[in-house]
């Protein structure tokens, strides 16, 4: 039998010291365990520890004389999951103490385990309160993105980054060339499983989280797993029959999908940079049946692997800090660096300038981020029709203000991801 905490440590501490994702470490660490409720259990370990690390560090670190080093920070890592077990769950204390101890064995770090044994008595015997002498540790986010955040939201910062920390709902997107919404809401509820129709025409909003396999014809295609806010990428964009469309870094492959459910006579062509990721778009793509033309290569460097026409339209999904999908991907807030954001403008404006040479006269191109930062997203709109004559902005309905550039879904809005889009035509 693994120790489970031992595989905790393990995710832990590649995401803190090798800067791997979450969503890679922990499936790795996962696949050891065969029980469903241990896998959950790890990932609960895993995704608690990111969301609470700034307190739980100061926690550990403040019971121990000196910090561990080297090989031996992967017991640091231990001892925050030790930490995460005491005070945000119901395991007993017990059994949370001896089975962190064990782990600290299975690591073949024996001569540590009374140091293991010590810190995590020590915190449970003195029941310290959670810290919150800095804005680091009260609100469990880095200092540099709390400061952009209240640069951008300076009158509900606080409430971005609280809905940043709520566990996300699942939505699901009903595939049209299935059935309607109505009748696959009815097939859910035949299983029991209570879901609301959502604001855009496909979506759905289940009730609480449920295993992929227990959804009704899920394994051929009849719906998609797919949040609220990424799933008004195919309305908005509105291919229309026989077009040629080009999403540009398509990678998992959800919008690539949805655009051709709702228009299955398009031409799509789905590029995207990492060959990894492309897999899953042909996954996808083959559990709903639909084709598309894929393409392993650079979004701002369409000449190198295009010498067809111009797009009618293109859907430009750019790469992002991800700064709204944080409820999520709690990992983000740890690997994401404040020079990165200047890095990604950068990029954004040479894959958004590179993609309007390729757009047809009269054509629409969606530019789209998961980030809630406006230097990601109306900042570099901003920029781009200063710069572009042939540029026009069209304002979208569902935006608060007919004057803001672009629309900007905040996470928790409609209990979606927080989101942007901005929608611009060529004259």
Known sequence: ???????????????????VSLSVALPEQQQRLSSGKDKALLAELCYGVMRHLPQLDKLVSDC???????????????????????YFTRIPSHA???????????????????????????????????????????FNTPAWLIKRLKA?????????????????????????????????????????????????????LL???????????????????QDGAAQWAASLLAPEADELIL?????PGGKSCHLLENEPSIELVAVDFDAKRLERVQQNLDRIK??????????????????????????????????????????????????DIEELATLQSQILDHCWQWLKPGGTLLYATCSI????????????????QDATLVPIAQQQNRDDIGWQITPGQDNMDGFYYARLVKG
């Not at 080297?70 to 001892?79: A, E, F, S």
């Not at 299975?106 to 009374?114: A, D, I, R, S, Y």
């Open 64 to 86: 121990m004389s000196k910090p561990l080093k080297g090989k031996q920070r992967i017991v640091h890592q231990l001892l925050l999951v030790g930490c995460y077990q005491l």
């Open 152 to 204: 951008a939201y300076p009158d509900d910062w606080q409430e971005v980054i609280a809905q940043s920390h709520q566990r996300p709902p699942m939505w699901l997107r009903n595939n049209q060339l299935s059935q309607t919404r109505e009748q696959y809401l009815a097939l859910l509820d035949e299983q029991e499983i209570a879901a609301t129709p959502g604001a855009n025409e496909d979506a759905i």
């Open 207 to 225: 009730e609480s989280p449920k295993d992929v396999g227990l959804l009704p014809g899920f394994a051929d295609g009849a719906a998609s797993v």
């Open 247 to 251: 999403d540009a870094c398509a990678a």
């Open 290 to 339: 639909l084709k598309a033309k894929l393409v392993h290569g650079d979004a701002a460097k369409i000449d190198a692997w295009w010498q067809g026409d111009k797009f009618d339209r293109i859907l430009l999904d750019a790469p992002c800090s991800a700064t709204g999908v944080i409820r999520r991907h709690p990992d983000i807030k740890w690997l994401r660096k404040q020079a």
């Open 96 to 138: 949370a103490i001896s089975e962190t101890a064990e782990a600290c064995r299975q690591l073949k770090f024996e001569g540590l385990v009374k140091v293991v044994n010590g810190v995590l008595r020590n915190l449970q015997r003195n029941q310290k309160p959670l810290p919150e002498d800095n804005e680091t540790l009260a």
């Open 1 to 19: 039998m693994k120790n489970l905490r031992a595989l905790a440590a393990r995710v832990v501490f590649q995401v803190l010291e090798k800067g």
């Open 373 to 388: 930062l406006p230097q990601e997203n109306a900042e570099q709109i901003a920029a781009f029709l200063a710069r572009t």
